[in-house]
């Protein structure tokens, strides 16, 4: 079965590669089951690099280079709206602590059905409305540069250094003998290992052929 290890982002995806699209709910663009169907009958394994939300418009491409393209599924959401905005502010910033994923638009919020609780307890009105959900990226996602790095340095100096110096001076009635033997050993141990582990997701700024 082809397997689909690069995810490409919206902006980077070049329609006529694109050969099959598939429709998939939040928690599955979060978390992709382990085969998918396309609407044109293309099955095909999921196996990104590394772990990444996939997005409404993204695209996953295949062995073969081939595209499939991702599209957000409605489901069932709440319509959150207040008369004060503070409450608006204060629900958003209760969500974001309970881990609860919200889309944010003007002067209204979208939450998962399970979020009804919270809400009420702000004070805010909630409309159940079926549509795609599209939740705001969280602040630690780093899908977008997918690039993870490992460093170890290990760098090796060696100085040695010997210095024996010899005066004699017999035209002085005193005579002056000056024996100077320095000796300085510098042992400097860096290690310097360089291990980068990159694995890429691809956006509209990769310079990378798709």
């Not at 980077?12 to 992709?32: C, E, S, T």
């Not at 100077?180 to 997701?201: C, Q």
Request: hydrophobic fraction near 35%.
């Amino acid at each position: 079965m082809l397997r689909a290890t690069t995810l490409i982002r919206k902006a980077a995806v070049r329609a006529d590669a694109v050969v099959d699209r598939v429709v998939l709910d939040h928690a599955a663009r979060q978390a992709p089951p382990a085969t998918l169907t396309g609407q044109n009958g293309l099955d095909f394994t999921p196996a990104l690099a590394k772990a990444a939300t996939i997005e409404d418009g993204d695209a996953l491409r295949l062995d073969d280079g081939r595209l499939v393209l991702v599209e957000a599924a409605p489901e069932s959401l709440l319509e959150v709206r207040a008369t004060n905005p503070a409450r608006l502010l204060r629900l958003a910033w209760q969500l974001g602590g309970s881990h609860v994923p919200a889309e944010i638009a003007a002067e209204v919020l979208y939450v998962p059905a399970s979020a009804a609780e919270l809400v009420r307890g702000q004070g805010c009105t909630a409309s159940p409305v079926t549509r795609a959900f599209k939740p705001e990226r969280e602040a630690h996602d780093h899908s977008q540069c997918g690039h993870d790095h490992g460093h170890a340095h290990a760098h090796s100096h060696d100085h040695a250094h010997d210095h024996d110096h010899g005066h004699s001076h017999a035209e002085h009635a005193h005579a002056h003998s000056h024996g100077h033997d320095h000796s300085h050993g510098h042992d400097h141990s860096h290690d310097h290992t360089h291990s980068h582990d990159h694995a890429h997701v691809h956006g509209p700024d990769c310079k990378h052929d798709h």
